[in-house]
């Protein structure tokens, strides 16, 4: 395994050669969950032993930072909202998930993988299942007026047996029904030449959470509207009030 990995680092960068460990360990992990109470696999997992004992070994990756300057925020909205006016109704999935990913500071795939009966228009929420959250417990999140116009222009024009809000614009020929909208990297491109900045989807969830920093939104607030866990006594305290949550959303919209 250290051999395979320093061999990696040649060909791939550091963060993908870490990924790729990663996975290594998942996947054994797994494997040893198999064996019986009794049972034990012949040996301890090689990418934990590799941590402890030679830490130095695996490259530490320092966490992106990066996120939309102020001055290019409204125009990378504007600029998604233009080109799903440029590529039609019908096959705007794409650009109007990255609006609302803007808007709304979500986990990329609790956007892509939206699901109408996840959409509460009457009670102005998306609730999001256990099943479907990072940290293992439902997600609820107000709907803000422009997330509203975008979900409601998306309901316009979805195809009837589509249970996804932002379904993907061709069916795969590996599935039978719809699917979502697939990888965003395309279109991010695309409207990151026509602002003039460089930025991955992940940023844009860095993005909502520095504005509702400069806004004074309440760090509880804001661990609620993104999904981050709650991991205090008195965190979970403040978390029960979730009243001034429609109210925090609009602000940061604004």
């Known amino acids: 395994v250290q051999e395979f990995y320093q061999a990696d680092l040649a060909n791939v960068s550091a963060t993908t050669a870490i990924k790729t460990l990663r996975s290594l360990s998942a996947l054994w992990n797994s494997w040893e969950l198999s064996f019986g109470e009794h049972d034990s696999p012949p040996r301890s997992n090689p990418v934990k032993r590799i941590r402890s004992t030679q830490?130095?070994?695996?490259?530490?990756?320092?966490?992106?930072?990066?996120?939309?300057a102020e001055a290019h925020r409204r125009p990378w909205f504007d600029a998604a909202m233009a080109?799903?006016?440029?590529?039609?109704?019908?096959?705007?999935?794409?650009p109007l998930a990255l609006a609302a990913l803007f808007l709304t500071g979500a986990r990329l795939s609790e956007i892509t993988r939206l699901q109408w009966d996840e959409v509460d228009f009457d009670a102005c929420t998306i609730?999001?299942?256990?099943?479907?959250?990072?940290?293992?417990?439902?997600?609820?999140?107000?709907?803000?007026?422009?997330?509203?116009?975008?979900?409601?222009?998306?309901?316009?024009?979805?195809?009837?047996?589509?249970?996804?809000?932002?379904?993907a614009v061709r069916r795969s020929?590996?599935?039978?029904?719809?699917?979502?909208?697939?990888?965003?990297?395309?279109?991010?491109?695309?409207?990151?030449?026509?602002?003039?900045?460089?930025?991955?989807?992940?940023?844009?969830?860095?993005?909502?959470?520095?504005?509702?920093?400069?806004?004074?939104?309440?760090?509880?607030?804001?661990?609620?509207?993104?999904?981050?866990?709650?991991?205090?006594?008195?965190?979970?305290?403040?978390?029960?009030?979730?009243?001034?949550?429609p109210g925090y959303a609009v602000q940061i919209e604004d």
Do not use: M, W
Not at 83 to 94: D, F, Q, V, W
Not at 145 to 163: Q, S, V
């Open 55 to 68: 830490p130095k070994l695996i490259r530490k990756i320092a966490p992106r930072k990066s996120l939309l």
């Open 83 to 94: 080109r799903a006016e440029k590529l039609g109704e019908i096959n705007n999935s794409s």
């Open 127 to 167: 609730a999001l299942p256990p099943s479907r959250t990072k940290t293992g417990v439902e997600h609820v999140r107000p709907i803000t007026p422009r997330l509203e116009e975008i979900l409601r222009r998306r309901l316009a024009y979805n195809p009837k047996d589509c249970p996804f809000v932002f379904p």
């Open 173 to 245: 020929s590996k599935h039978d029904g719809p699917i979502p909208t697939g990888d965003p990297r395309k279109t991010i491109n695309a409207i990151n030449k026509a602002v003039g900045c460089s930025i991955t989807a992940h940023d844009l969830r860095r993005t909502f959470i520095a504005a509702a920093t400069a806004e004074r939104i309440p760090s509880v607030s804001i661990k609620l509207l993104v999904g981050h866990s709650i991991n205090t006594q008195t965190d979970e305290y403040a978390a029960a009030d979730r009243e001034g949550l």
